[in-house]
């Protein structure tokens, strides 16, 4: 990242975390035992810079968000478009191009049958959308009692209340906010892992629940194939497809949640393809707008879009200010046609592409040098498990790591990976240099290796 202007002075430096230790509350922080942060100056490609002008290689695209890398030139051209035209303009009874150009994009390369497309703010409003949605589905078609959602444990949904309502029981917020929960059904989290079958007996909690529950379930809700946040836990296809079989049995809607695992994280564009499957609600966001906006969807079948509509009040319920923002679609637009354009740039040499779109080609190479990578974590004694699908490399600790040691080192060692309780993980953007990546898994290893972890 070169450029001749000069690096902010160490007193600048200060002055800025001072106010930020002041001032600024970081997600799941305490004010009064302040984590360390690391203040960044730019980004560009998978290079985080610091203030201090040391370069971090990234290995979390911003909380799967960065899939183009950082200041792609495209996006920004495409931001700076937009911003000439109109930032914002309300959606209410307007639209434009961006916003049309966006819901045309996403109901084109998402399963088929989901043909009607709710903008909205971020993942955790897309998934409050979403249960809204078969919330009023259920009551238009008379099942009133149908009112609560079953789920499944490890997974994660989101921070707003009815989101973190389906997020894991116990290492969710449910002991804090249990007073005003809406009270869900857990199936265990599924065992068959991603590649086996699904037994009778590994569906066999999630069959019974929803057998005797089906009256008072409105929906299903899940991560398809990855747990993402509550674990990362990757499962049977098979048990997908037993699951959408079971809401199917009992007029149960499902939702699937690929926010964090759509846009081709897992090495599928959606993680529903996996199993083949279709769900009746989808819900997508972080890598919508390749990490430069906040923006969500909330995708929906055309049969229970129309149901919503066609009983009382004959509209569907939700409006936020900035749904459909011109600013962030048209970025949105930009990074769906970077993603799937055939000319995209492939900087990994170990992809075998023959018959595979480009994107994919490129997420099987990462998907080689996390597994070839990380795989060497398998002797260290701390380590308990390594695993990895497409660009989501997986290492399972035995106890949990000191978050603010292991990031001071993985800093020290010239790369951004942020781990949480045992798992430490690398789901790098898509343009990461096989280089690059062979970096992270490197650092990844040798830091596990020290005593201290
Ligand atoms: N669903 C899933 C599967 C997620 O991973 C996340 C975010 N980690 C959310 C919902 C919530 O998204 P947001 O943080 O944008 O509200």
């Not at 897309?126 to 078969?134: L, Q, S």
């Amino acid at each position: 990242m070169s450029t001749n202007e000069a690096s902010p002075s160490n007193a600048e430096i200060e002055r800025l975390l001072a106010i930020d230790r002041a001032h600024a509350w970081h997600p799941y922080t305490s004010t009064i035992d302040r984590d360390p942060v690391y203040p960044v100056r730019r980004a560009r490609g998978c290079t985080l810079e610091l203030m201090d002008g040391r370069p971090l290689i990234d290995g979390m695209a911003s909380w799967w968000c960065v899939i183009h890398g950082y200041n792609h030139p495209l996006l920004n051209q495409a931001a700076r478009d937009q911003l000439e035209q109109m930032a914002h303009l309300m959606f209410g009874g307007l639209t434009h191009a961006p916003a049309v150009g966006l819901v045309e994009r996403l109901v084109r390369i998402t399963p088929e049958p989901l043909q009607q497309v709710f903008l909205c703010d971020s993942g955790s409003v897309a998934v409050e959308v979403a249960m809204k949605m078969a919330l009023q589905y259920q009551q238009a078609i008379g099942q009133r009692k149908r009112v609560r959602f079953l789920t499944l444990r490890s997974g994660y949904h989101g921070d707003t209340f009815h989101a973190m309502s389906v997020c894991d029981p116990v290492t969710g917020m449910h002991h804090l906010f249990n007073q005003v929960l809406p009270r869900q059904f857990f199936a265990p989290a599924p065992t068959p892992r991603f590649g086996e079958p699904c037994s009778d007996a590994e569906i066999a909690e999630f069959e019974r629940l929803i057998e005797t529950h089906r009256d008072e379930i409105a929906a299903v809700i899940l991560e398809p194939i990855v747990q993402g946040a509550g674990g990362m836990r990757f499962y049977s296809a098979e048990y997908l497809q037993r699951v959408r079989a079971l809401c199917d049995a009992h007029g149960v809607l499902l939702i699937a949640d690929e926010i964090a695992t759509g846009f081709g994280r897992t090495g599928e564009l959606f993680a529903c393809e996996h199993a083949g499957i279709s769900p009746d609600i989808m819900t997508l966001g972080k890598a919508l707008t390749g990490g430069y906006l906040t923006s969500a969807a909330t995708l929906a079948t055309d049969q229970v879009a129309h149901t919503i509509s066609s009983a009382e009040p004959g509209a569907f319920m939700h409006g936020p200010t900035f749904m459909g923002n011109p600013l962030a679609c048209a970025i949105a637009n930009a990074s769906i046609d970077l993603l799937l354009n055939p000319s995209t740039e492939n900087r990994s040499s170990t992809g075998s592409a023959t018959n595979q779109p480009v994107w994919q080609a490129k997420i099987a190479g990462i998907e080689q040098l996390l597994q070839s990578g990380l795989e060497q974590c398998l002797s260290l004694p701390g380590v308990a498990e390594v695993r990895v699908l497409g660009a989501i490399g997986v290492v399972e600790m035995k106890q949990p790591v000191a978050m603010r040691e292991i990031q001071r080192r993985f800093v020290e060692r010239g790369v951004w990976v942020r781990p949480f309780g045992r798992l430490v993980y690398l789901m790098p953007p898509f343009i990461i240099s096989d280089e690059e990546l062979r970096r992270l898994t490197a650092a990844v290893v040798e830091v596990l290796a020290e005593p201290a972890f």
